[in-house]
């Protein structure tokens, strides 16, 4: 355990080994007593993470805004972006990814069709919110065990009439009850 004061710092300085692991990090307080309860705290949180398989959490924006950064490369990111954030600001009330809840998710959906949202929009955002949390247990954070709602699309592109059939139904159809 050592706390220590780097030159040309005002902070106080964590570092200490586990595992055979160097961990070092500024405890961004010039309080002594202070930073060695925040290494208490670090300490503790590691071993929990090892010996413990506790996982870490990881903020519901930043949980988003990894996932968006991490599909860059993809022809459609400014698509996975924008729907990453406008879900990001929709689950701004839940502080941490994991206490994200189905409910919260069909709450999402709702919103959605109440907006006025095609289905396939609708699949596409909530399809960003279950990237988010596959890509957040990837990374090793904790994540909800959640369902994401199922959105029913149209069978199939809907199909026009070519020119003669067009004509031959403004011209020559006759209704079926022969009138």
């Known amino acids: 355990m050592a706390i220590i004061k780097r030159d040309g710092s005002k902070y106080w300085y964590i570092q200490f080994q586990y595992l055979g692991k160097s961990h070092i990090k500024s405890s961004k307080t010039t309080d002594k007593a202070l930073a060695e309860r925040l290494e208490s705290n670090w300490r503790k949180q590691l071993i929990e993470q ?6 870490p959490t990881i903020d519901t924006l930043e ?7 991490s599909k860059k490369k993809i022809v459609s990111h400014y698509v996975v972006n924008l729907w990453s954030m406008r879900a990001a600001e929709f689950f701004s009330y839940v502080p941490h990814l994991h206490l994200l809840q189905s409910r919260d998710i069909e709450r999402f ?5 109440r907006k006025a949202y095609s289905n396939q929009t609708i699949k596409h955002a909530l399809n960003q919110v279950g990237g988010t949390i596959k890509y957040a247990k990837r990374m090793g ?6 369902e994401i709602p199922s959105v029913k699309l149209s069978r199939g592109r809907l199909r026009y009439l070519t020119v003669e059939e067009e004509q031959w139904t403004s011209h020559g159809a006759v209704d079926s009850s022969g009138l």
């Not at 090892?50 to 996982?55: D, I, P, S, T, W």
């Not at 959906?109 to 069709?113: G, S, T």
């Not at 954070?141 to 959640?146: A, D, F, G």
């Open 50 to 55: 090892y010996q413990l398989g506790v996982k």
């Open 141 to 146: 954070y904790q994540v909800p065990e959640v």
């Open 63 to 69: 949980a988003f805004k990894a996932y968006s950064a």
């Open 109 to 113: 959906k709702v919103d959605m069709e």
